[in-house]
Each structure stands twice: as structure tokens, then as C-alpha cells.
């Protein structure tokens, strides 16, 4: 139950993180033929309310996602690797199309916990596999001695 809330924390923070990125270099680049160029991003009263809006939301439907695909990961490598990339894409993408870094930054999210899913597990609960690509080390007692068997 922990680990659950405990990614639901990382998915409300992170898109809360992603909706104000999102939001500042959306009106970093809006042009000069917009009303609110040269404004600061958020001072217009509803802008705030919106993104919380739109953070929360985001927040708690991705959750089940980041609990599920993130189960397995430590907590602080999903928050790395999901965040670094998805902000990422949100400053270079929203630059070029603000609704491809919209839109886009949902479809890099989930790709970026699927990467977590599949290639950042951590230690815990894992097998250890071998340096040279063998079979696994064993986990635990196998109940064998060492040394060949007695015979008496």
C-alpha cells in the first residue's frame, strides 16, 4: 500500500511539474500577434486554475499507470527517467507545436514508464544475472552442501 501512495505522489508531482513547464514555455513562445504576448505565464487568473485542473486530472488517471509499470522500478529511477524525458520533449516540442507538446508529452510519459517497466528494475525481488550472460546466480540456500556426498 506504501509503494502504491507513493506513486501516486510521484505521479501527481510530476504532472504538476509537466503542466507548469508546459505552461511557462507555452507563452515564452507565443507570438507577437497574440493578446498575451509578453505577459508573465500566469498572470492571467484562470491560467492557474486550468492547469491545476488539467495536473490533477493527469495526476490521477496516470497513477494506476505509474503504479503498474513502475512497480518494480525504485521509485527514484522512475521519477529520473520518466521526468528528465518527458520535460524534455515538453521544452523542445511545445517550441516547435504547442499541441504536439501537449499531446505528445502523455505519449513520451508512457513510453518512458515502459521503458522503466522493462529495462530500470531494480535489485529487489530480481535475480541476479551473471556478468557474462549466463544463467542467474541462485538467490538463496538451495539446501545443498558443499563438497561431494559421503559415503559411508
Known sequence: MRKALTYLGISMGLSFAFATAYVVVRTLTLPKTDLAYGKAPFQDPLVLPVMAMVAGVSGIVGWPLFAALGW???PAKVVTVVGLTTLLFIIVATRIRSSVGWYGSYVVCVAALLYCRLRCRSALGQPAASP???????????????GPPSVS
Not at 557474462?132 to 539446501?143: L, M, V
Request: net charge negative; aromatic share 0%; hydrophobic share 15%.
Open 132 to 146: 557474462n550472460g549466463g544463467p542467474a546466480a541462485p538467490t538463496g540456500n538451495s539446501g545443498v552442501s558443499e
Open 72 to 74: 518494480h522500478s525504485s
